[in-house]
T-cell receptor, first 112, second 114 residues
Framework: DAKTTQPTSMDCAEGRAANLPCNHS???????VYWYRQIHSQGPQYIIH???NNETNEMASLIITEDRKSSTLILPHATLRDTAVYYC?????????????FGTGTLLAVQP | ETGVTQSPTHLIKTRGQQVTLRCSSQ?????VSWYQQALGQGPQFIFQ???????GRGNFPPRFSGLQFPNYSSELNVNALELDDSALYLC?????????????FGPGTRLTVT
């Protein structure tokens, strides 16, 4: 079972920041937080991941709380092409099988 | 750099038949994972192949089997198809390094079982 809880859906205005929350209250010390997204009729796409510190790349920023029980994915300037299902995944570090356990994710609808 | 490709794009089969789905991994990647995604659900892990051997399996029956070839491409075989096997089948490639869960997905094969 997925170790994360996410809202089912969210709306965001085009050009504004989209903040997608994720709860992972049972996360353990060696587990990372990964974010993927899936645009309709495509395969999932890796976005970003983190362990303790906040992370930023060309796509998004990841803010992890100090107790690591929750995190927020931030898309700084959402566009219509960011409309997708966003998955927050918690997974073991260094496991023999790097399988991803997906939940049902958050459907982000970016409105014009 | 060539991305992950899957074939065929769509497939219709009859209950009880067998099906083979194919995946070509991204250049430089040595690991292939397969996922099943039912409508409205997140992808579910089927199994993973590394160096031509199964390297982990999800909660799927033995009629789901796979292969990985020396060039790291892979096949997913499903025998005795059931109606519930209708889904999008996703292949993902990665490079097996400790702690990395960054996987690159193909566009998927949509399987319909009637």
């Amino acid at each position: 079972d997925a170790k994360t809880t996410q809202p089912t859906s969210m709306d965001c205005a085009e050009g504004r920041a989209a903040n997608l929350p994720c709860n992972h209250s049972t996360i353990s010390g060696n587990e990372y937080v990964y974010w993927y997204r899936q645009i309709h009729s495509q395969g999932p796409q890796y976005i970003i991941h983190g362990l303790k510190n906040n992370e930023t790349n060309e796509m998004a920023s990841l803010i992890i709380t100090e107790d690591r029980k929750s995190s927020t994915l931030i898309l700084p300037h959402a566009t219509l092409r960011d409309t997708a299902v966003y998955y927050c995944i918690v997974t073991d570090y260094g496991g023999a099988t790097n399988k991803l356990i997906f939940g049902t994710g958050t459907l982000l609808a970016v409105q014009p | 750099e060539t991305g992950v490709t899957q074939s065929p794009t769509h497939l219709i089969k009859t209950r009880g038949q067998q099906v083979t789905l194919r995946c070509s991994s991204q250049s430089g990647h040595n690991t292939v994972s397969w996922y099943q995604q039912a409508l409205g659900q997140g992808p579910q892990f089927i199994f993973q192949y590394y160096r031509e051997e199964e390297n982990g399996r999800g909660n799927f029956p033995p009629r789901f089997s796979g292969l990985q070839f020396p060039n790291y491409s892979s096949e997913l075989n499903v025998n005795a198809l059931e109606l519930d096997d209708s889904a999008l089948y996703l292949c993902a490639s990665s490079h097996q390094t400790s702690g990395s869960y960054e996987q690159y997905f193909g566009p998927g094969t949509r399987l319909t079982v009637t």
